[in-house]
């Protein structure tokens, strides 16, 4: 039962450089989404999917970008890496409304 | 806008004593809240849930919460803590017309032996 399922693990960039962080879902949830974590903050939504084809920003999105061509992957991309860019990166996938949402195990990203 | 506060960083308890998380939230409408756990280097796992129903809502590893409409609460509880319940808590809101939870900036529990 692999759930959701994130990568890298662990990474570490240099400022300007791009990457995509990947995240898979096999329960055949609509809705996914991409959090960091930063001390403090608990986490921060960067932008989320309620489909296939569908995204939205959520509270932090400038840096980042994302797509959804198919209902199991939701990649985000780092376009040009800053140091503020540092952070825990959770993906997140949910069902029906009022279901639980489930988290990846995290990507730890330093930027340098 | 949704919100949400965790008013301690840190709780620490003596493992055998109850433990209280508090957890307070602000949405427009009704709020669907829930409680997560992290342990280090790990996500986040799910503990429980309340959308609508009983005011207390028992969850995964002997946790309850309660939810408090006229305070606007949803404190975690256990009867008896553990050692191995150390980890970082957190809460979470999100009001029925929206599906993206917002969360509180975390309490870190350290259960004492």
């Known amino acids: 039962n692999a759930g959701v399922t994130q990568t890298p693990k662990f990474q570490v960039l240099k400022t300007g450089q791009s990457m995509t962080l990947q995240c898979a879902q096999d329960m055949n949830h609509e809705y996914m989404s991409w959090y960091r974590q930063d001390p403090g903050m608990g986490l921060r939504l960067i932008h989320y999917s309620v489909g296939a084809g569908i995204t939205d920003q959520g509270e932090v999105p400038n840096g980042y970008n994302v797509s959804r061509s198919t209902t199991e992957d939701f990649p985000l991309r780092l376009l040009s890496a800053a140091p503020s860019q540092t952070s825990v990166y959770f993906c997140?996938?949910?069902?029906?409304?009022?279901?639980?949402?489930?988290f990846g195990e995290g990507s730890w990203l330093t930027v340098v | 806008a949704q919100s949400v506060a965790q008013p301690e960083d840190q709780v620490n308890v003596a493992e055998g004593n109850p433990l209280t998380v508090k957890c307070t939230y602000s949405v427009s409408g009704n709020p669907y809240l829930f409680w997560y756990v992290q342990y280090p280097n790990r996500g986040l796992q799910f503990l429980l849930k309340?959308?609508?129903?009983?005011?207390l809502v028992k969850g995964s590893y002997g946790f309850e919460a309660e939810f408090n409409k006229s305070q606007t609460s949803f404190h975690l509880k256990k009867p008896s803590a553990l050692v191995s319940d150390s980890a970082l808590y957190f809460c979470?809101?999100?009001?029925?017309?929206?599906?993206?939870?917002?969360f509180g900036s975390g309490t870190r529990l350290q259960v004492q032996p």
């Open positions: 997140a996938s949910q069902g029906a409304p009022g279901n639980t949402i489930y």
């Open positions: 309340y959308i609508t129903g009983d005011n």
């Open positions: 979470a809101v999100r009001d029925e017309g929206r599906r993206a939870l917002t």
